[in-house]
């Protein structure tokens, strides 16, 4: 078989390990796969006989339907191992007898009948610990040699963020120039992961875009992902920028992203041991996410954009709380172009890490 450097890589933290060219390319090729798409051509001899282990901690629509779909279409077949009916993967420490089983034993299994294995965990089943979910996938890679998809988990959801870009560029034909502002957005629920918001900035300041964030106080990222963004940014010459400004996010915009996203009191914090250094504050929670209601795209809001500025969201939106009914289906938005985009980002993806022949 022909090899290439995507051949067998996992896609975790896709934003940090994988380069703005191996990026580029993953646009090129989910491009590629869709105007193939579009003019029905066959597709199935691509990843022909794979097989792709798909594992949901958490509910999906987009994401599952995307990767079964998708799989198919090249050809594949897919096997969803439901945690709780099949028997729950869980880290050393979190056993339950006859209910969960090792993560060493469940990859190494899977590791020896499949090609890949594709997983989503954030928020209950990861105890609401910032990080604990993106550690687990990794246990998982630790113990398989086929690539290993992070279809969301607590920090990052790089498979969106590519169906993002490609959206993008579709939209835009480059990324250089463009301003995106990733903003939060109030919603009832006060419980959310940042893995949107966070892979959203990443990838756009990766690609080199003006990127802002736009937050209330108390919505801080992971102040690692802040670093990286700067980083980005001065590698690809374009920018980032943080505001606790609403309005200021949103003036000149060419893309805005408003999506909620929890507060830093929603999430409980470990050292490096595993021991416990901050615990969730729901009621804090709570609190400062009732105090930032007006954070809500109306079409008044829109009014602040660049004249040709779109309107994007991951879905599903909390309509009425996070943005207008008028916005989310008027003109400027582009939401089922990126949920569209999510099947054939999935499929370049799965194309390039599981050796499909294109
Ligand atoms: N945007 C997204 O990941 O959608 P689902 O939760 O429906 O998969």
Redesign the pocket.
């Known amino acids: 078989m022909r090899t290439n450097k995507f051949l067998g890589k996992d896609w975790i933290d896709a934003e940090l390990d994988f380069t703005k060219e191996e990026w580029e390319t993953l646009i090129e090729v989910g491009l590629e796969l869709k105007k193939r798409h579009a003019m029905n051509q066959d597709q199935t001899e691509i990843l022909k006989g794979k097989t792709l282990f798909t594992m949901f901690f958490n509910?999906?629509?987009?994401?599952?339907s995307t990767f079964a779909a998708g799989i198919q279409q090249l050809g594949g077949f897919h096997v969803d191992l439901e945690p709780g009916k099949t028997y729950t993967p869980a880290r050393e420490g979190f056993d339950i007898p006859y209910k969960t089983e090792r993560i060493a034993d469940v990859s190494r299994m899977l590791n020896r009948v499949g090609d890949a294995i594709a997983i989503r965990m954030y928020g209950p089943p990861a105890y609401w610990i910032y990080g604990f979910a993106n550690s687990t996938i990794k246990e998982f890679a630790q113990y398989a040699e086929i690539p290993i998809i992070n279809m969301?988990c607590d920090k990052y959801?790089p498979t969106?963020a590519l169906a993002d870009l490609i959206t993008i560029k579709e939209k835009f034909g480059t990324f250089k120039g463009i301003n995106l502002t990733m903003s939060w957005a109030y919603s009832g629920s006060i419980e959310k992961p940042r893995a949107?918001p966070q892979s959203v900035v990443l990838a756009a300041a990766k690609m080199g875009m003006n990127v802002t964030l736009a937050h209330p106080k108390g919505f801080e990222l992971d102040p690692e992902v802040i670093a990286a963004c700067e980083k980005f940014s001065a590698e690809t010459d374009g920018s980032f920028r943080i505001t606790n400004d609403f309005d200021e996010g949103f003036k000149g915009a060419h893309i805005v992203y408003p999506k909620s996203w929890g507060s830093v009191y929603c999430f409980n914090y470990t050292d490096k041991t595993g021991k416990t250094v901050k615990k969730q504050d729901l009621e804090k929670a709570e609190k400062v996410n009732n105090e930032n209601k007006n954070w809500r795209t109306t079409k008044k809001q829109m009014e602040l954009v660049d004249k040709h500025g779109i309107y994007m969201h991951?879905?599903?939106a909390d309509r009425g709380q996070e943005v207008d009914d008028d916005v989310i289906d008027g003109e400027r938005s582009v939401v089922i172009d990126e949920a569209e985009n999510?099947l054939h980002a999935h499929k370049a993806i799965m194309a390039m890490i599981m050796g499909g022949r294109l």
Do not use: G, K
């Open positions: 509910q999906s629509l987009r994401t599952r969301e959801h969106q949107v991951c879905l599903p999510r």
